[in-house]
């Protein structure tokens, strides 16, 4: 026993030394003798089918590194300093990952797992498919970017086997609260790739904002489309700025998660079809002048089903490699629960017929959902009971009337996740108090242009949250009603943009917590923050190299700040 807990701890403590680079820690790391050194004009090659994998990761090691690769036009040929194949060998020594695939794929079909052989002769790198090499391949980007200097990087020599614990590992971001154009989501894209989450779920549709276009309805952008929270300038992706999106996520082998949240938070749709809109009520009118727009789409009223129907078809065209529709369906604030109920069940068989499964907010359970669907939980009763108990409920901004709505909401979310489980849906686990990155940052940071922004970013009735509370989550033991991996589809983590006003304050509060949600999406043992830390402030090269905005705890010492 007492032979066994020490060589855990020596292979524990080895394989923090080894992993000081690379976010999220990768399953088993052995250090061996010696050191690689790589610099430009390094020559990689492998398989023709590997060539675009091989060229994308040149052309980010450059961007990150400085250092310059050579990608060979040919298989092998002489002096290859990294040799990259198609090859399972050794891999099936870990678990593939659970839960669900957001493209659709077989778990088995989509393996993500990889090896790395670093020596000092050259790099050998293999998986089974080309998304696993391409794992592999950011895995020794961060090794390079932390130790290059002047285009050489000189890296332990070890071998890596690490594969993913989740199939799902995901953000979605809203961009109706805010509109962020194409190249602001590239970017997100790329910090997305960098930490190996695979899924970008974007949330097109909000009270504030109609982003997609519906050719059959074309003022939900027009109109519903032209504003944004308060005075922020609106906007819409076009099919051709989809298109783009998709494509160059599709490259990173990421895939992009469409939203359009029905039947609450549709004030967008109302100011573009007014005959869409239920009649005003007072608690309506009331919380809409403390900013919190409510109403909701009668299913039996005028041409609603065929909006949503033409709805939810323009979308699936424009996103193809998504197999899930996210249907919303959550804070349908003062509808009736059948009502709510039968809007749902509309939209998944809408979303079916369109050959696509339908994903929804944990309000969504409370229609009939089964094992067809995706459950994104959100609601955490352990912070319900603290809002009621401790009294902050009443600290929010609205009046009794409206608060009754929305705790009437609060109080059916305790029955969401297990009506959920008992049906047989999968739960996407993106608990408000640890994945929810619109929270306010608890640590200081060193000048007042970042304790300015921080004042100012995040929604204020949230409690602050520290980096160190994400990296000491865990999705399935602090899941009430999930005891094993299974139950769930995967992490998702998501920024909501009312307190967001621009592409800064969206990377500053990405960052550094999207690293955090990577690790515990992606690594399968507990973090230990002090060695996190480490690997952090080495990972916040690449922020700076890229030019992302990025908050910093004057507590990590940060290698810019050396
Ligand atoms: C709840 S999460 C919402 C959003 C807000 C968010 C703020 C969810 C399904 N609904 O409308 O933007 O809280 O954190």
Known sequence: MTDLITSLDLQRSDAATANTAVIPLARTVRPAPGTWRVMDGARVAGPAALRAVLHRF???????????????????????????????????????????RADGLALEDADERYGLDISPGGVRVWGATPEGIYRALTTLRQFVTAAAEGGV???????????????????????????????????????????????????????????VEVPSWPALTEVGGAGALGARPGGHYTPADVAAVVTYAAERFITVVPEVDLPGHTNAVFAAYPELASAPTETSAQAEAFGLPIGTLDLDRGRTRAFVRDVYAAVAAQFPTSAWIHIGGDEAFGMADDAHAAFVDFSIATVRGLGRNAIGWQEAARAQVGPEEIIQYWIEPKQLDAMFEGGSAEQLPFPPEVM?????NLRKSFEDVPAALTKGARILVSPNSTLYLDRPYAESAATDEQETRRGRVG??????????????????????????????????????????????????????????????????????????????????RTWDRRGWTWFRPSSIDWPSDR
Not at 66 to 92: E, I, Q, T, W
Not at 155 to 172: K, Q
């Open 404 to 408: 009754e709505v929305v705790a009437d």
């Open 58 to 100: 040149a052309d980010d090691v450059a961007t990150d590194s400085g250092v310059r690769l050579a990608v060979a036009d040919d298989d092998a040929g002489s002096a290859v300093d990294l040799l990259v194949g198609l090859n399972p060998a050794g891999l099936g020594d870990i678990p593939l990952a659970t839960g669900v």
């Open 153 to 211: 990087a000189e890296i332990p020599c070890m071998r890596v086997i690490d594969g993913p614990r989740f199939a799902w590992r995901g953000l979605s971001v809203d961009v109706a609260r805010t509109f962020h154009d194409v190249e602001a989501i590239r970017r997100v894209i790329d910090m997305c790739s960098l930490y190996k989450l695979n899924v970008l779920h974007l949330h097109l549709t909000d009270d504030q904002g109609w982003r």
């Open 459 to 540: 929604l204020p009735f949230y409690p602050p949250a520290t980096l160190r509370d994400l990296i000491e989550w865990d999705p399935v033991a602090e899941t009430p009603g999930i005891d094993d991996d299974d139950r769930i589809a995967g992490v998702e983590a998501a920024v909501w943009c009312e307190t967001v006003t621009d592409r800064d304050d969206l990377e500053f509060l990405l960052l550094p917590r999207l690293a955090g949600v990577a690790e515990r999406a992606w690594s399968a043992a507990p973090t230990e923050w002090d060695d996190y830390v480490l690997r952090l402030a080495e990972t916040s």
